[in-house]
């Protein structure tokens, strides 16, 4: 079975640090690519960061470039994603996903290219 859990989220106040986690199981990180993706209240879910140790690509959102790092820790079936000198507006649920597809193109950020989602981590930057 097929699993994504994200972890990690919470409370920080603007210029803090967070570190997700997506722990992954039923599948392997050698093969599918990973996506983070966010979504506040009354926004569309919006990609973050993507990674693929398969094609050896790492992509960011024009947002969170120079802030945040996306990792992967393939024997611990874990990827990362350290985020620094938050934002209010960083504020929102965050998921991570799973393709096998490792589609990249343009953008990685294509959420039909997904297979699997988890179920989110929320984040919240107070100012």
């Known amino acids: 079975e097929v699993q994504l859990v994200e972890s990690g989220g919470g409370l920080v106040q603007a210029g803090g640090s967070l570190r997700l986690s997506c722990a992954v199981s039923?599948?392997?990180?050698?093969?599918?690519?990973i996506g983070w993706f966010r979504q506040a209240p009354g926004k569309e879910r919006e990609g973050v960061s993507a990674i693929s140790s398969r094609i050896g690509r790492t992509d960011y959102a024009d947002s969170v470039k120079g802030r945040f790092t996306i990792s992967s820790d393939n024997a611990k079936n874990t990827v990362y994603l350290q985020m620094n000198s938050l934002k209010p507006d960083d504020t929102a649920v965050y998921y991570c996903?799973?393709?096998?597809?490792?589609?990249?193109?343009?953008?990685?950020?294509?959420?039909?290219?997904?297979?699997?989602w988890g179920q989110g981590t929320q984040v919240t930057v107070s100012s």
């Open positions: 039923g599948f392997s990180l050698d093969d599918y690519a």
């Open positions: 996903a799973a393709q096998r597809g490792n589609i990249w193109g343009s953008t990685p950020f294509v959420m039909y290219n997904y297979d699997y």
